[in-house]
């Protein structure tokens, strides 16, 4: 296929799907990538999609006809498709595409992954470039990917990065410490947990507990039981991970009793992953509105897959409510995930008996994921044949269970 396109131009029909496709193709794999209803599997079946597009452009690219100039640049995944192609045919006229394009911080996250996607040396030369760039978005995902290719970044460009004019760059810059566990940075960290931003206070926060800075504990604690924070998600699914297990059930209750949304406390059972709260779960499936929800806290905590172990209701429409639809519930609570119109619906009364079948097989006070306990053998299988954020949780109680292991993207695992 690749040989014959290499001889024949591409017609315009052609070149305009590709234009949607391509940037799409992306999008979904990144949709993927942190959706509890994909397995590695399933990424390795996007990948492959991904790059027969990618291939369109490539061979284009180096038959001097490139598809890069019909792209939108602000289409989802844009950014991702000129700046790969650029990198795979070295072609530094066109990566300047993808850094004029940068205007978003999700924008820099495709530039990002984009380096990843090739090899450090491919990439290093492009990397340089968008390291000196003056556009802080390109130089945030220049960090981003330095730290996934090499655990030892240069103390110069930590130290310059740490300085920069831009929040988001130094807040960036504290995550890369946290997550290579650069501990020479502690005293650094420490300073920044009480600084006027609140990203870089939760960046400092977050990274101290990764590497052991003192306080650190304290001020992520502060990012957890109140919804005027963007980052209280984030900080609860570390916060299970490094408060003693005596304090696990307590916060659990103080979550349960407060006023935040049932998302929220659906998650929190979900990263405390006790089985003493799976009635509560059961309960909550039982109201249309969290329903989805509880049975992703449910397969978190039990690792019942409630599509595979036909768990769920297949006519979801007898749950709806004329008068108030879902997708009208979901925009008023500002905790709503991207991915809950595809969380499979769960039937009470088939999962509350599979509980009653498997229940012996769990213990009260015990902490599960994906229905393993917390061994190192456990996290392990979990990280290879978990949902996406059971793998992201594997990996980030693995980090910390060891403390000279970097955290790497599960998305590129």
């Known amino acids: 296929m ?19 496709d391509t940037p799409y193709a992306w999008f979904l794999r990144d949709q993927a990538s942190v959706s509890p209803v994909f397995y590695r599997k399933h990424l390795a079946e996007l ?12 061979v284009s690219q180096r038959a001097g006809e490139s598809l890069l100039p019909i792209l939108d640049m602000s289409d989802w995944g844009a950014v991702f498709v000129t700046a790969l192609t650029a990198i795979r ?21 495709e530039l990002s992954d984009a380096f990843c996607w090739t090899s450090f040396e491919q990439s290093k030369s492009f990397l340089d470039k968008a390291i000196l760039d003056k556009n802080p978005l390109a130089r945030i995902a220049g960090i981003t990917a330095v730290a996934y290719f090499t655990p030892q970044i240069s103390p110069e460009l930590l130290d310059t990065f740490l300085k920069d004019k831009s929040l988001g760059v130094i807040a ?62 984030e900080a609860l699914s570390l916060l299970y991970q490094v408060m003693p297990e005596g304090d696990i059930s307590n916060t659990l209750a103080r979550i349960q009793k407060s006023s935040l949304s ?20 059961l309960e909550w499936m039982e109201d249309p509105e969290y329903a989805p929800l509880a049975g992703e806290a449910f397969s978190f905590i039990t690792g019942a897959d409630i599509e595979e172990d036909d768990l769920s209701i297949l006519d979801v429409e007898i749950c709806e409510s004329q008068e108030a639809p879902l997708a009208e519930k979901r925009k008023s609570d500002p905790w709503t995930e991207a991915y809950e119109d595809d969380l499979p619906w769960p039937d ?11 229940q012996q097989h769990f213990q009260n006070g015990t902490r599960y994921l994906a229905g393993k306990t917390l061994e190192e053998n456990n996290l392990q299988a979990v990280l290879k044949n978990g949902t996406q954020p059971q793998r992201h949780i594997a990996n980030l109680i693995l980090s910390i269970q060891d403390p000279s292991r970097v955290i790497k993207t599960v998305q590129l695992l």
């Open 262 to 281: 049932v998302r929220i406390k659906a998650y929190s059972i979900a990263m405390a992953g006790l089985p003493d709260m799976v009635p509560v779960l």
């Open 172 to 233: 960036a810059t504290i995550k890369v410490i946290g997550e290579n566990k650069l501990n020479d940075y502690d005293e650094k960290l420490w300073e920044f947990l009480t600084h006027e931003d609140e990203e870089i206070r939760f960046r400092a926060a977050f990274s101290g507990n990764l590497i052991g800075v003192q306080g650190a504990y304290e001020a992520l604690q502060k990012f957890c039981f109140g919804d005027e924070t963007p980052y209280l998600r």
């Open 47 to 58: 990948d492959e999609r991904l790059e027969a597009y990618l291939d369109c452009y490539l």
């Open 348 to 358: 009470p009364e088939l999962t509350g008996n599979w509980w009653k079948a498997h």
């Open 89 to 109: 045919t070295n072609d530094t006229e066109s990566f300047e595409l993808a850094l004029n394009a940068l205007e978003e911080e999700s924008q820099a996250k």
């Open 2 to 20: 690749a040989a014959r396109l290499e001889i024949m131009s591409l017609s315009k029909s052609l070149q305009q799907q590709l234009k949607h």
